[in-house]
């Protein structure tokens, strides 16, 4: 069965400096699409970054980088240069691919709260 | 575009009520899904659905009905509210165009049961 695990419940950083938040995945799927979504206190999900498990280059939107290891299956998210505004809870998810399965559905991690201290 | 809209935001049930969760989105989604949240176990798929008059059950269907009968809406049925079912619940709409495309959530809601 497929299943996401992110090992860290909770991560500190000091402001400015960059972290990684770990990811690890598992699937027998040749093709699927891995995700980091970030939740703030005020409770929405905000899509960060994406990478498709055929792209050879590693995602990156903004200070946000996908470290994406396939032969590992792992899909590590770094935060470069942190703010106090990415205090948050950040969730990995994978998307099975849905010509194999005849669904579309998304499988979350349990997340990892990240605190940046000033 | 709207996006994604849910409601109500927050909601306190007695054990035994029933209720509806409203979910709506403008961007013509096939895809729509229904996720509750619980504290240290990230998101858990209740029900979705691939296109109006098709559903299916997720990890956590128990307890809960869902119908589809246009693109746009899909409700979220609490039979028989047990004090389980406290949770934030998010709807989430896709497109299978490939590529990034990604889920887009509502804001949530917040459901108590006493």
């Known amino acids: 069965a497929q299943k996401i695990t992110q090992t860290q419940p909770g991560m500190f950083v000091q402001e400015k400096e960059a972290v990684t938040l770990d990811c690890t995945y598992d699937?027998?799927?040749?093709?699927?699409?891995l995700f980091w979504y970030k939740q703030p206190s005020s409770g929405e999900m905000i899509f960060l970054i994406y990478?498709?498990?055929?792209?050879?280059q590693n995602a990156t939107e903004g200070r946000y980088s996908l470290n994406f290891q396939k032969a590992r299956k792992s899909a590590n998210l770094v935060i470069s240069a942190s703010q106090l505004g990415d205090s948050a809870m950040y969730f990995c998810?994978?998307?099975?691919?849905?010509?194999?399965?005849?669904?579309?559905?998304?499988?979350f991690g349990t997340g990892t709260r990240l605190k940046v201290l000033a | 575009n709207a996006g994604v809209t849910q409601t109500p935001k927050f909601q306190v049930l007695k054990t035994g009520q029933s209720m509806t969760l409203q979910c709506a989105q403008d961007?013509?989604?096939?895809?729509m899904s229904w996720y509750r949240q619980d504290p240290g176990m990230g998101l858990r798929l209740i029900h979705y659905?691939?296109?109006?008059?098709?559903?299916d059950q997720g990890e956590v269907p128990n307890g809960y009905n869902v119908s589809r009968s246009t693109t746009e809406d899909f409700p979220l049925r609490l039979l028989s509210a047990a004090p389980s079912q406290t949770s934030v619940y998010f709807c989430?709409?896709?497109?299978?165009?490939?590529?990034?495309?990604?889920?887009?959530f509502g804001p949530g809601t917040r459901l108590l049961v006493l």
């Open positions: 989430a709409s896709s497109s299978d165009r490939g590529g990034q495309e990604t889920q887009y």
């Open positions: 699937t027998s799927d040749q093709s699927y699409g």
């Open positions: 990478q498709g498990s055929y792209d050879e």
């Open positions: 998810a994978m998307r099975e691919p849905p010509f194999t399965s005849g669904t579309y559905k998304y499988i």
């Open positions: 961007m013509n989604h096939e895809y």
């Open positions: 659905s691939v296109g109006a008059g098709i559903t």
